[in-house]
């Protein structure tokens, strides 16, 4: 099953927060959302005007609906209304083993409270020992320390202190043989502290080995951006891009380091309410819309020929395409597990994404730093007798590499194979060919990369090479 994540909040009508903002963060980060409400509110990006929070009932039968049925593992937790939706919640994290990141917020960004007085009591009592990971705000966590009165927040010893002191207030389960979640929780406190032009979130990691418990302090340091007024759905949109990571296997420090790189680029556009207010932007922009259409249209064309599987070759296929100013592999989109064969036509072993691809994007970064108008790569599969037709009956443009002919250093370092590639193919053609082709080497499957300005002057070129192959494969019997 695609790795997945159970969100659990409050539904907000704006879309800004809650469980409508977790379940876009965890769909642009690959990784199906399941949902469940644990109050509905009533609020736009600036104004708070008040919750109605679900009956036991409403909120046990959609935990049942979801737990019961699926194989979920993390649990990202929001909103938490009263007491008895807090036990109902403890008690499910308990019964099923879940990973559970809870952002603790009961105020909402307008200053308005979520939950019923003082819930932040029975928060830090019982629901802190059961989950994973906690990411408070500075201000939230200076309401769950019991130390928070005598520290100055602006110095980094006191910051370790505060981060530490709430850690522990996850570890007593660390006592117990059941302890699950491989012996690690971590305290997240978001923009605790600022410096000149940075801001830092600070982060604390503690585990358990041997008996013993270890702790790992971490500065994440971020551009300081002067902005008026709040940004309504911060916390939801971070606390929900650390439960998606770990969905997708990584480990904890990583998830947070993720995490943090994921909420840095969201930072950056906003969604303005003409009334007050803005919210994270976490639609796709438009030009990012546009490539994967084009990407879509390339892999339906290949995935509706049967005759195409022949030219997958054994490591899979990609398609990569750029943005025109594309910089690094975040700015190249591709599909995610590349494209493999099944029941005798291509198939896509996952979505696409920006940042999926690997040698493809690295090929392609390096062609558009000599070509800038390369916008499109994918690698086929090699066969000798189709290179010599498509020299003799195509106008396509090919041209060998060598591997043989690699120097030493680039030879022991994949990465700069892609890109002596290029730049040998561009020294002895002074051009980006249609097709880049080797007979591969030790460990190297043999392999054509065609390249391309646009998705239509690769369906044009893709015409003429199955057209070609077909008859080809037919001739050998492929």
């Known amino acids: 099953m695609k790795p ?16 409508s903002a977790d ?17 509905v509110t009533y609020q736009t990006f600036k104004v708070f005007h008040g919750y109605h ?3 036991r009932e409403q909120l046990t039968r959609q935990l049942d609906a979801v737990l019961k049925h699926y194989p979920v593992k993390h649990v990202k937790i929001g909103m938490i209304p009263n007491e008895e939706c807090l036990n109902i919640l403890a008690k499910y994290i308990k019964e099923y083993n879940l990973d559970a990141i809870l952002d603790p917020v009961t105020v909402s960004s307008a200053g308005e409270r979520l939950s019923t007085e003082n819930l932040e009591l029975s928060m830090k009592k019982i629901l802190f020992p059961l989950v994973r990971v906690i990411t408070p705000n500075l201000k939230e966590a200076r309401k769950f320390s019991g130390i928070s009165r005598d520290l100055d927040f602006k110095n980094m010893d006191h910051l370790k202190k505060l981060t530490s002191e709430l850690l522990q207030a996850m570890m007593p389960l660390f006592k117990e043989e059941e302890t699950i979640q491989n012996g690690e929780k971590a305290v997240i406190i978001k923009t605790a502290l600022k410096r000149e032009d940075n801001v830092f979130d600070v982060s604390m990691i503690g585990t358990r080995k041997e008996n013993k418990i270890t702790t790992e302090f971490q500065l994440h340091e971020k551009k300081y951006i002067q902005i008026k007024g ?11 891009a650390i439960a998606a990571s770990l969905a997708r296997g990584s480990s904890l420090k990583v998830a947070i380091e993720s995490a943090e790189l994921y ?3 969201r930072f950056q556009q906003f ?8 919210a994270l932007d976490l639609t796709l922009p438009i030009d990012h819309v546009r490539l994967m259409n084009q990407i879509k249209e390339l892999y339906s064309y290949i995935s509706s020929k049967r005759s195409f599987s022949k030219l997958i070759p054994e490591v899979r296929m990609n398609i990569s395409g750029a943005l025109p100013n594309a910089q690094t592999k975040s700015d190249v989109a591709g599909i995610e597990g590349r494209v493999t064969v099944i029941n005798g036509f291509p198939h896509a072993c996952g979505e696409i ?8 994007a690295r090929l392609l970064l390096t062609a558009k730093s000599h070509d800038p108008s390369i916008n499109f790569v994918m690698n086929l599969k090699y066969y000798p007798e189709l290179i010599d037709l498509l020299k003799e009956q195509s106008d396509l443009v090919l041209h060998e590499i060598k591997r043989s002919e690699q120097p030493e250093k680039v030879r022991k370092k994949d990465e700069s194979t892609m890109q002596w590639l290029i730049k040998e193919s561009m020294r002895k053609t002074g051009t980006i060919p249609d097709i880049i082709w080797d007979t591969g080497a030790m460990g190297k499957e043999p392999m ?20 070609i192959a077909e008859k080809t494969l037919e001739m050998r019997g492929a």
């Open 4 to 19: 997945s994540c159970l969100l659990i909040g409050g539904f907000d009508p704006s879309s800004g927060a809650g469980v």
């Open 53 to 55: 929070p679900l009956t």
């Open 448 to 467: 054509m990369r065609l390249f391309g300005k646009s998705s239509r002057e690769m369906l044009l070129k893709l015409e003429k090479i199955i057209k």
């Open 230 to 240: 709040n940004v309504h759905g911060t916390g939801c949109v971070f606390a929900s």
């Open 263 to 265: 909420f840095d680029e």
């Open 353 to 360: 994404k920006f940042g999926a691809s690997d040698h493809t």
């Open 271 to 278: 969604i303005e309410d003409p009334k007050g207010g803005k």
């Open 23 to 39: 379940i876009r963060t965890c769909d642009r980060l690959g990784v199906h959302p399941f949902s469940i409400i644990t109050a």
